[in-house]
């Protein structure tokens, strides 16, 4: 049952028998085959207008043993991207391996990325997550790849330099607002489309993916920060937080580009 039931990233292929989501057609990640993928002209760029935040607003970061959460501002708007209505923003969260193995959700044409970001909103159509959650169309989550490169990333330094004081579940704490926009690629207008799922129990078959094409670059030090700091049950580091590619069972992906 819902929330009773404790899951872990270790029994992934018991999720489905507690939360029945887990075990639908509609799945989320995948992997994408580019080739495969649907050119749509009607998926016109991204707009994420005015994410500028004063610094004296404070946002909550936390660990809830499963990743590190931003919650982000209702009146952050997510609009464009061919969505029939805007959505408020909810949260961003991350995914990463370890040392010895990447970790991002989605792959792409079997590639799998050192991390990824989920930066999660819901339909205006409603008041609350909690009741966009359960209707199709009802979420919708910005994906983005993570590589190591050889620069620091500035933007994600305002996430990073704090990972230490919610390095025990539960934990939280307060961070000086920024503009988050600038944690995802500077090109909004490439990026692949389809219908699937949370990523973790309930797994609720409501969420439109969209995944940029254009990758961030962390620095090695970044990466390793965000593989070595978070702990999450009995005080276990929390690595390898990424769910395996589920079926598309004939969903198509649809691309914004050739
Ligand atoms: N990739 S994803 O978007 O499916 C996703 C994950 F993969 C995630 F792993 C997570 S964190 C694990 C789920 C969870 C745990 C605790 C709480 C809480 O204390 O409120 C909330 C959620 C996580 F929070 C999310 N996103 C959440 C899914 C939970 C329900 C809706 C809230 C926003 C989206
Ligand atoms: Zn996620």
């Excluded at 920060?225 to 769910?243: A, V």
Aim: aromatic share 10%; glycine share 8%.
């Amino acid at each position: 049952g819902h929330g009773n039931s404790h899951w872990s990233y270790a029994d992934k292929a018991e999720w489905a028998s507690d939360f029945p989501h887990c075990g639908g057609h509609m799945q989320s990640p995948i992997n994408i085959e580019t080739g495969a993928a649907l050119f749509s002209p009607q998926l016109e760029p991204i707009l994420l207008p005015d994410y500028s935040l004063p610094p004296r607003e404070m946002l909550r970061l936390q660990n809830n043993g499963h990743t590190v959460v931003l919650d982000l501002p209702r009146n952050l708007t997510l609009t464009g991207g061919g969505f029939p209505q805007p959505y408020q923003a909810a949260q961003l969260h991350l995914h990463w391996g370890s040392a010895l193995k990447p970790g991002s959700e989605h792959t792409v044409d079997g590639h799998r990325y050192a991390g990824e970001i989920h930066v999660v909103y819901y339909s205006s159509h409603f008041d609350t997550i909690q009741e966009a959650m359960v209707e199709p169309g009802g979420l919708a989550v910005l994906a983005a790849f993570l590589q190591v490169g050889t620069e620091e990333n500035e933007p994600y330094q305002h996430i990073l330099e704090h990972l230490n004081d919610v390095h025990e579940e539960g934990e939280e704490t307060w961070i000086p607002a920024f503009d988050v926009a600038k944690l995802l690629p500077d090109d909004l207008s490439r990026y692949f489309r389809y219908n699937g799922s949370l990523t973790t129990p309930p797994c609720y078959q409501t969420v439109n993916w969209t995944i940029f094409n254009q990758t961030i670059r962390l620095s090695p030090d970044q990466i390793s920060l965000l593989e070595d700091t978070l702990h999450g049950d009995e005080d276990e580091l929390i690595q390898d937080n990424f769910r395996l590619p589920q079926s598309l069972q004939g969903r198509s992906v649809l691309a914004s580009f050739l």
